[in-house]
């Protein structure tokens, strides 16, 4: 999509024919919100904090992936 509005071609018809598209924004917020807890646990991890404090954070990119995954899954019904 990026790239389509570069070449300045049509997304409004892409997205007509593709309606699951319109998630590229959110999967790209999914991905950037678990690159950021794995860079928190990579630091956590240096600094020493305790495991369990960083292995909770595991369960915020959980959350994170199963809600976009069940977006996805309401595209597809």
């Known amino acids: 999509i990026k790239g389509m509005r570069e070449r300045k071609e049509n997304v409004a018809e892409f997205m007509r024919d593709n309606p699951d598209a319109r998630l590229w ?7 950037n919100q ?9 630091n956590m991890r240096k600094l020493g904090v305790d495991e369990d404090k960083i292995k ?15 977006r ?3 595209f597809k019904q």
């Open 25 to 31: 924004q959110q999967a790209n917020n999914a991905e």
């Open 56 to 70: 909770a954070l595991d369960d915020r990119k959980q959350q994170i992936m199963t809600r976009f995954n069940e």
């Open 72 to 74: 996805v899954m309401s």
């Open 34 to 42: 678990i690159s950021e807890i794995n860079k928190r646990q990579k």
